[in-house]
């Protein structure tokens, strides 16, 4: 598979530089009979638009989408969906002096060594601009798993030093919205505003964490071995601009507990006569396949590499430099970045539920019948 | 892509349940001419073999590998390589009483409702034994790497309470597979064997972490944007059995960090004429590319979820129970993890590395010269 | 996707040369709960093998499939499902004159210039020794099919000079499998027979055309647009050996009509209600998606290479040579290839059978409720 | 890999209905430094544009194409180039009566049935104007052909009754665009367009046979063994529109010779020291693999489905009626389906070219070095 293209059945394969013409991709295999409402997708699209709030960068884009095929009278009709969106607030000569140079902790020079050619202005292909096509695909994704109940939450767990311990509820995932920094917690929320100011003031830059979350996963979604749920959700994070770490279920602080106190006992829900467990270190998912209980994981930033400051870069010549430097870029991008990993997210769920319909000939002659 | 195939250009499919008939592979797209030793991969092999200390399971598999296809008088054909590793100690007996129960935190509910039917002797599909075909792969992968003086290495570096924050140095290196640990830090491997020790007799487990290094990777290795070095490898590690999170670079202690704490600046190393950074925050990759640097990471296991304790686990048909699990396991599987991470990211490395010649039509003329 | 896989959703991965240790495979996508028949893949697999009757080559092989994993207690796990033929009768020594040398219309030459390298024992790679996979494959694709009631036939229409023009009917379709040269027509089975001894008397070899017929195809099936129903039929027919063309529905002899003499009209079943069509140029297949008609082609294949004459070769160095052609050849494949044509058959529809449970939300939502 | 995406290394993923907002594509594996010209591409396109004579359809699209990613100043940047043709001049009205109908050998009633729903607009997806986005990849292939000087070619042979049975040259092979018809024999082709203007004149339409040819292909180029380089021109050739058969080198025809009779004996050209052959019935291909002989085939194309007549059409319903087809359709496709299979050729034999750089380890580190 290609290195532009992701998911199994659902496959999203995706174009575009910052200051090329547009920023698009394909969508293929998304099923027939879906209701798409193109004011939902812009609406998901304007939640990671630059210039929505003062705490991100002052780039203006309209970021409008097309849907140029594949839907028709707002039904899907089972044929590749191709969108674009133009791009048209371009201030390339602000990236003029970078045309020969390397910033530190850029893409620049790696993009150049490979392929002894790059688009300099904005980041070209390595702009976060690229994740619009994200947004895109994850808010298609989130209108095919309304069929099925399925929901998809992110949010700003730490910025900097700033973070929030609570777990989630209902009430709070549904403020993850009402505040600019997309941190459902409204206390933490204004101390992570403070903390991003702080940055921005000193032209500095902080990283942070997005926890996520999947609500209503049915039984059985995710493939062994090199397919498991929690795989193709890590790459599917890892592939983010400037993340560092991805971890589920229990993670990182689950290596230095003993077995014995983080077993995930089973309960039968006499109710619903299903399994449950009582606890889910587990993370909702057991040998790469879902097993009813909430999905959660979380997903490392780091912070923004371009600074306000006098910047050591260095010339394609190599020689050392300090420059002063121009574009347009957020102290911080934890507060955008919330509906990429929640599109991330979607994305690789659909996916799955789409291909966990072919794992018995029961259920495929079901379909067929 | 199916779900049993691992690779872009260089491609793993894997089969094998643990108490089936046979482990195996298929190597596809293994370029020809590459001296194939079978001893090196043997030796591979049984760095993962069970039984091969006191502190693995006793599960005794001589665990031999056969060719079936693709190699000729020890040189590579180009042509797919089979492999199998047949299964010879099948104690399937001892899982009897596991036909119709799930344990907790294993994938036995998973597996049964996802399939309707499962191979509930010894794990079927999800026992670790399925790792057998990644370490082979992992071989051949050294072997094409060694053409390019590429090196992967993967250690303990926490098993429970116990950790080595050493950072890794060629010296130390050299010792990972000098104890049966494989903490290459003498003193570091004592204290974690006596802390599995103390678990083991408690009937308890332990989970861990393998730090991964990868020295002498070529400029411009990784493909943006879904396909990014460290997305991959993060997929990849996280396919493994038992395995929470992946990092790399600074990871999720980047966080919490200022951008102007954690920049990677340019150096230009006048003796070979290359730039070099003065840190490596970014772990060797910006933008998904290989920058010249290591590339390093660290991947968090869970404990192993057999205790020797007696189990609370489930009926099919809802009912609670407690059992005393029988088969054989061990208490930390991290001492034989070591060698699965290093053959993943071996393979992660030979795949990228192979797709980079596709990179510029110059490369592309001069391979075909 | 690698060159060693077929399919989109149900993939085969093979492996294996002539004279190696074994042919095999993997199949990955197979879905729980299908009764596997071990004796029914076994007899799919005698009829292609060599020294059935006195028409084909003496190489005497028992060709016994081991399945090795992806079934337990005679049902499909979902799990892939790893098989292998063993070479037990591989008289290499047969082949040492060949070494360095070309031979004509063979694939020596371009395997060699390809790689560098080559099994040059008995075909290698380039075998048709490798169809053993093929048939293995179709069988398991045909063990699917039951459940569908989609019923495969390929026989043999054209051999040399001799041709069988009648339309297949339900009768002579079950006698296709009756005679040694797998032409259900008794009596033109008989002049086959006559020009196959004439031509093997004469050192010669002959080729010859195999007709295909799919049976109760639901309507539905195929995708547009690079993976047409008839365009993943033709790529798989014109991937086995010595095939030189493929059509279907109306072939070629439809370029020369006009377009009022060919239109299939619909009609209207009254009895099934459902639609068909008065004739079917079409093939059962309108835009790469059947329309639930039969679905008819023949595939082309040139005469076996390998005459039993003085052979004009030539050597690596560059000379011409003539010499004596050892090994045991077939001196017409046709009545061995039926059998191949109709797995690669079952297997095309099989794997779109399954993709088509993907078409539509309301399928997905059936499969899954 | 999905529906709508063609090749291994380069690929092209499509979308496009015939009246929706655009036709386009993202071209993915496209190596860095390759000279783009738009002119170039865009005459391409032209080739193959309703209304460039009097001989295909009166629909009048200007079909300018717009690069939206991927090229800057000129060459290519090895990102993802996306690629959109607006759709100008949709007279969506003309298509009104054929909304709840299903003509005879379209695809209205298959998408129907598969779909549920379908775009009647002009054929929707399943129209020719999908053909766009290969005549664009098509462009671009040749663009990168330039570099290993392998040119692509295809004319037509046959129209109707009418055929060309001479064999190409050079000289010929130039006249192919110099006449309407694309027959680079100007006596045949003022006889083809006699027959397309008697049958239009008829209210009838034609088929007929594109040939194509693939010069200076370099030894080496095709992966055995389901990747064979004439399985994916066939598959190619197949997926176009209209397509019911491929053939190449000796084809259907050599069926009926003897083995003796069609052997490639292997010459030794000593200027320049490669190896040829005296004939090419082999078409150029030995095992899937190219020996460096020109690569020829035959694609036969069904006369068009809307005839100028009155039609015989099922409703929805199930109720027969007859109409007056509108819409704007050629009697004849032939004339511009000369660019599209040389735009499929152009893009298989590039995708494999690229695929043989890795065909050995030697190559791989020459191009890496």
Not at 79 to 105: A, C, M, W
Not at 110 to 132: F, H, P, W
Not at 278 to 302: D, W
Not at 329 to 346: F, K, Q, T, Y
Request: charged fraction near 20%.
């Amino acid at each position: 598979m290609g290195a532009n293209t992701l998911g199994h059945i659902l496959q999203l394969t995706s174009f575009g530089e910052s200051h090329g013409a547009a920023i698009g991709g394909v969508i293929s295999g998304f099923p027939a009979g879906v209701s798409v409402s193109l004011d939902f997708i812009q609406q998901e699209l304007d939640k990671r638009r630059p210039g929505q709030s003062d705490l991100t960068t002052s780039r203006q884009e309209n970021d409008r989408i097309e849907i140029l095929s594949g839907v028709m009278d707002g039904i899907s009709l089972g044929t590749p969906i191709g969108f674009i969106v133009r791009n048209t607030n371009q201030r390339s000569e602000d990236y003029e002096h970078l045309k020969s140079v390397f910033r530190p902790s850029h893409a620049d020079y790696t993009y150049d060594a490979k392929y002894g050619i790059r688009d300099y202005r904005g980041g070209g292909r390595a702009s976060a601009r690229e994740t619009i096509s994200r947004v895109a695909m994850g808010a298609f994704a989130k209108l095919l798993l309304r069929s099925f109940d399925v929901h998809c939450y992110a949010w700003v767990s730490q910025i900097g030093q700033t973070s929030m311990n609570r777990l989630p509820n209902e009430f709070e995932l549904h403020q993850i919205y009402e505040n600019e920094v997309r941190c459902p917690d409204s206390i933490t929320a204004k101390a992570m505003r403070h903390e991003i100011e702080a940055a921005r003031n000193d032209g500095d830059t902080l990283g942070g964490i997005v926890s996520g979350l999947i609500n209503s996963v049915p039984v059985g979604i995710g493939q062994p071995v090199f397919a498991k749920l929690h795989a193709d959700l890590g790459a599917a994070m890892l592939s983010i601009n400037a993340v560092k770490g991805f971890e589920y279920g229990g993670g990182f602080e689950m290596s230095s507990r003993k077995g014995s106190e983080v077993l995930d006992k089973f309960i039968h829900n006499t109710k619903n006569n299903l399994l449950e467990t009582a606890t889910n270190y587990s993370g909702g998912i057991q040998g790469g396949i879902s097993n009813g209980q909430s999905v959660y994981f979380r997903v490392a930033f780091k912070p923004v590499a371009t600074l306000q400051q006098p910047l050591d870069i260095m010339t394609k010549e190599g020689n050392e430099k300090t420059i002063l430097p121009g574009g347009r870029h957020d102290a911080c991008v934890l507060p955008r970045a919330a509906i990429i990993v929640e599109s991330m997210a979607a994305w690789i769920i659909a996916d799955h539920l789409l291909w966990s319909g072919l794992d018995t000939i029961d259920k495929i002659r079901k379909a067929q019948s």
